[in-house]
């Protein structure tokens, strides 16, 4: 089996590869690297079976060579990189979304879309069900991304129905684990790197909006075994475990000494105050559930970025000035 994976170098795509390498795939990465980092996939250089091409799926592309499976994982994820690059990321939804689509109708592939827990908006109803058409603002300054995985579900289900083309789509509820980036908007790195520089964390809103956080491993797991099934009509995948960012900053927070201060700041607009997946559907038709506690994914995850910081404290250090 030959894989292609769009946004390889990214926190999800490269945990991706890796999971399809395992199963004895070969695998292509493909990313711009606008948000993604090479320093994802060094491990894989020496690989045999896998390969790296630096490639924008939001223009127009050709591949040799067969293809079994498409996997579309590009696009800006955390508020920060989406706000930064608006365009970018409805183009990614929409046009790349239809070549990567194009290139499993071409190759006789099968597809699987990354969507997402945001195309539920900012609910009504919790748990969040795949039967829930959402509540999103489709001119706020989210729709960029929420709606451009709305879109990228639609065109998706599109070419399944009108080319039959094999499609799946995975909605991905928060998620965190190895290989983010320190700061990078969401609620865990930035927690994680106030602590570190000696900042104060922070909270945004009263803290009572809730999330439910997957570890990466478990996340991927899901993924794989839609991969693999029969269903085509979105799944939920992720963590039914449901805290408030409170919550959450406070656990964060116990795992250092003399933990920091919480401060509080504005909520941003249109910022969901509830997301928390029903999973009984992947649980019924993938015999999936996850299985990593908050507690052990947070140890590892920590540990993770504190060796990441000391290594950017020495690099800079050492850049000559």
Not at 241 to 268: D, H
């Amino acid at each position: 089996m030959r894989a292609v994976v769009t946004g390889g170098a990214g926190f999800l795509g490269s945990h991706l590869c890796d999971r399809l390498l395992a199963e004895g795939w070969e695998v292509l990465a493909l990313d711009n690297l606008i948000t993604g980092d090479e320093a994802n996939l060094a491990h894989l250089r020496n690989n045999a079976k896998f390969q790296f091409k630096r490639v924008d799926v939001n223009e127009k592309f050709q591949l040799d060579g067969k293809v079994d499976y498409a996997l579309h994982f590009a696009s800006p994820a955390s508020p920060p990189d989406y706000l930064k690059f608006p365009i970018e990321t409805l183009k990614v939804g929409s046009i790349a979304t239809m070549h990567v689509l194009d290139l499993a109708k071409e190759k006789g592939a099968k597809f699987l879309l990354a969507s997402t827990s945001e195309c539920y908006g900012d609910p009504d109803v919790s748990p969040q069900n795949e039967s829930y058409w959402g509540r999103v603002n489709p001119v706020g300054p989210r729709s960029v991304y929420d709606e451009a995985k709305r879109f990228a579900e639609a065109i998706t289900m599109a070419y399944h129905r009108y080319h039959n083309v094999d499609t799946h789509i995975v909605r991905i509820f928060n998620t965190y684990g190895p290989r983010m980036r320190l700061n990078d908007g969401r609620a865990l790195p930035n927690f994680v790197y106030q602590a570190l520089s000696g900042q104060p964390i922070t909270v945004y809103g009263d803290g009572k909006q809730t999330r439910s956080f997957c570890f990466v491993s478990d996340l991927i797991d899901g993924i794989y075994k839609l991969s693999q099934s029969g269903e085509h009509l979105p799944t939920n995948i992720g963590n039914p475990v449901e805290l408030t960012i409170l919550e959450f900053a406070e656990r964060v927070r116990s795992y250092f000494p003399n933990g920091p201060k919480i401060i509080f700041e504005a909520l941003p607009v249109d910022d969901p105050k509830q997301r928390r997946p029903d999973i009984s559907k992947a649980k019924r038709l993938l015999n999936w559930e996850p299985k990593v506690s908050l507690e052990e994914g947070l140890k590892t995850t920590i540990a993770y970025f504190k060796d990441l910081y000391a290594k950017q404290t020495v690099a800079r250090q050492v850049a000559p000035r």
